[in-house]
Nanobody
């Protein structure tokens, strides 16, 4: 199983980014997936999750700004991030079960 995140970068506050998580060795449509983030000196935080049935859950800190979704044909998980804030700066990881990607850095400047 391999998960590979991409789409991170540097963006100004108020901007948007879309993170992607491409999976191999698993079928995303039949499992739950999660996005986490971790900022330096802070604990890892669950940002969003999507169940096999499509039910989504968000951390209070990102509700209304972030959207988790997946493209079953591309076997890819997404995290659309809008109205970004400096406090969203972190390394973002996709995960399922014990499988994690390498992460993609998101930096939001004020």
């Amino acid at each position: 199983v391999q998960l590979a995140e991409s789409g991170g970068g540097l963006v100004q506050a108020g901007g948007s980014l879309r993170l992607s998580c491409t999976a191999s060795g698993i079928i995303l449509s039949i499992i739950g997936m999660r996005w986490y983030r971790q900022a330096p000196g802070k604990e890892r935080e669950l940002v969003a999750s999507i169940s096999s049935g499509g039910t989504t859950i968000y951390a209070d800190s990102v509700k209304g700004r972030f959207t988790i979704s997946r493209d079953n044909r591309k076997n890819t998980l997404y995290l659309q991030m809008n109205s970004l804030k400096p406090e969203d700066t972190a390394m973002y990881y996709c995960a399922t079960g014990m499988n994690w990607g390498q992460g993609t850095q998101v930096t939001v400047s004020s």
